[in-house]
């Protein structure tokens, strides 16, 4: 060598390294801040409701939706079925006690919160006994039916025991009204008490509750590992005997859903791993380059987290983890240079010779993913800035790192591998493009595109439920046999005060009970059915008034009991309706527990409250709620399942219109570059992505926004390909590179079409498609040996 | 209603066992066997003692059980109400007006009472164990069982019910947590050949 030659050399070492320690004094830096950012807590957002534009975001609804999700995963129901009535009460009883025991089990109780009665809830009861008057009483005053009701008394006064009818009633609620109310309030067909324990009965069965309370966040799977062990034990003692268990709560569904993701990371997890290790080590044969591979992906990761952090404060998981997929794209950056590594001498002339593609494949990648910034969607901003900066740090750590990680001798070395994926590369290509192939070229073309009109979109948020149909058909069928609310929709009622707001509910209750009579409903709950209006109050104690005036000494003279009674009634009811009840005094106390949920609190002046439905999935009863709540300005019909499926169909439309700008753009920058021979680069990726859509569309009945993720990932590493492959004119070793970056996205992201998670599987079905295709079309875009390809040098 | 429903049936059950029982000190008494073919009839007198009022509430009527139509419990004066329990259904009238109607399909506590029934005509008393602690004693007249709730449940129904008879029951006694006592003397019990009832 000259020694000009070695000067220059040892200048741009020099050079390297400086800039080499800045870089390496960037990701300090950012790992000190993340690691301040990550100590104050609470970066990571995991709530739906974040993922909507913030022109939907509307706090009424979240609340509601929390109000029901707080409830819905503190709660664990377990039915315990057999025919035979005494076995199916052993059962319960011994799994109740199980659990009780549980330090992660706040309490057991045999009866649901509605029915379970205390001193001091029904004392609070019966001091509003006549405020509270129950519907069906009211009805049979109304009805002028009071006679009915005289006789019930009388009968339960001489009934030989237990009627609850004691003598203290005899003036203070003499037609025992009080208990009358306490009746209406369970409306649960087939149900009784059997001790102190729920009971239900069909045709065959027998069924005892086991109503479980749980002390700790039903994901952790410590909680989880405790009672749904308890639980899974009691059902392997029974697998012998005819002893059926039902079970619904959010904990379920969560055990479940660690389990398959646990059972998954086992097999499909472990087995994408082994199989990219194996396959670095049976390439590079040395242990250093997998680590060397693993590296950008980590600086990206690290860097994508810090920054976005800074900007937005708070990053969504669904963000984060599919941002993190894309940053996987580079290890594409890694792969080039070591192949391109192995039959260089030096290795800065190594990144000296890859750059230009290196910076047109970030540049288009970086491109195509930012550009969802543009989009409404807070998740889809999130993941645009994650990427891009992602994908740039790990492009600048192969391209200040690696010259210098890589400048031992032995890094040059053509492995066998490269020989043996270049032999085993298809031998068609696209030779000369004569006239009758560009005719069918463009044909093809055109079906390809025309097809793809025939897409359709499939954003049904039910069928991305990660669960198992038998463990949601549980649930529903013991929420429809206690007559437990659903979460899937609801009502909400706004007014500027209290008295208001239960007036309203009293008005939507009227329509709803001709509903519940329809059939539509199985039944629904409302604040106004635990208090009502101060109005609906005093048109009760007039019902009683209108009772007593009626019966009263009617009773007292078939009973022979003295005329003098009825004036103490008089004077004890005169008393009694001096007090309403007031709505705070109701939410203060204990008895409204279990029913506080329903309360929405105020924002803006306005008080808020929610209506709960149970049984209320079919489609005609939707739209008779829909129409319902439309007369009314006050009230608004909420249905979770359509607001998420089309909150998800409105992020794929978006997704695919700004992939396509992205691609549009990429393609501009390319033809800069490339010019006529852009479509040698763009083609396989684009029909990659196309034959993927369609077969996706046959497979699964539809694209949705996963699949669009997914092939976000296929246009970045297919774009990456043509362009790499192009610039070294499919020399081997880029060939190899190219196979080796298919092969580990394939394992790493294409295998989770295996997943039983079905936002996974998606992901994964596009990938696996999309790429394995698009690395099929690459090589057909090979010139002829010797023809040498047009470009423009713009870089030098 | 319907809790305290059931609690009333299963109590109401435990006085028509004791009804049918024959003398037998110390030991929970034998029953006798009621056959298809058989029912059994009685008068009975209800006093209930007010614990608010210095008030004697009485009343007068008839019983029947048979197999077939379970028992009819019949109030006649003050009032006059009926309470028919069987293993399909608990039926109340009142002037011939229905007042409560609970099927057993739909009811399973009419089930259950179908099975204390059972229990009791083959004079299994496990399960009426299972709510009450049972003690028996010989008197100089004939012999008294006095029986008190196991649980919290069972406790707000009636703090103890005693049993007193000879060779028949004679009379049962309910104290109640309201104070509220009721005593049920029995008269002319006796067996006779099933009829099958006309009304229902």
Redesign the interface.
Known sequence: MLPAATEKATESRQWQKYIAVLWGLVLVALSGLLGIKLYAGNTIDTSLMALFPNQQHNPIIQRAEQNLAARYSQRLLILVGSPKDSVARRHAIALGETLQTLTHVDQVNWQLGDFAESATSNAFFSRYRFHLLNASTAQEITQANTGLIRDRALQALFNPVGSGYSSALLTRDPFAIAQQNLTGKSHIPGLTFDGKMVKLANHQKTYYLVFVTIEGDPYDLDVQHQIIGAIDQAKTSTTNTPVEWLTAGLIVHAAQGARQAQWEISTIGVGSLLGIALLMLLTFRRVTALWLTLLPIASGCLVATAISMLVFHKVHLIAFAFGATIIGVSIDYALHYLCARSSQPCAAETLKRLLPSLLLGMMTSILAYSAQAITPFPGLKQMALFSATGLLAAGLTVICWFPLLTGGKHWQSSPPAFILIARLRPRWRLVRITPVAKTWLLLGCFALGGSLFFLRGQDDIRLLQTSPKTLIEQDIKVQHVLRQSGTGSFLLVKADTIERLLQHEETLSRELSILRQQNFISTYDALSRHVPSAKKQKENVQLIHQLYALELDRFYSQAQLPDTLSDQALSELQAAEKQHLTFYEWLKSPVSADDRYLWLGQLDGHRYSLITLTDADAPATQAALKQMAAKYAWATFVNRVDTLSELLGNYRKHMTLWVLIAVALAIVIMILRYQSAVWRIITPSLMGSSVALLLINSIAGGINLFHMMGLLLVLGVGLDMGIFLHDASHRKETWAAVTLSTLTSLLAFGLLALSKTPVLHHFGLAVLLGLSTTWLITPLMRYEAGMKPPQKEFMK | ?????????A??WL?LMALFTPLLATELPKLPVLTENDQLIGNFI?K?K????P?E?T?KGHFKLNLHEGVH?V?ES??A?E?RLSTTALQ?Y??D?Q??NMAA?????V??VA?IFTAVLSGDWNALE??FHTETSTTSQGWHVEMTPR???AAR??HAIHFDGEQFVKQVT?Y?????Q?R?LFESIQLEPYRASSRH
């Open positions: 209603m319907r809790l305290l429903n059931a609690r009333f049936t109590i109401y006085i209800q209930k007010l614990a608010t009022f008030i509430l009343s419990w109030t003050p009032i109400s309470l109340s009142s002037n007006r007042v409560l399909r739909t009811q399973p506590m089930a259950m099975e299972a709510f649980d919290k449940a129904i009636a309910l109640e947590p309201s104070g509220d009721t049920i």
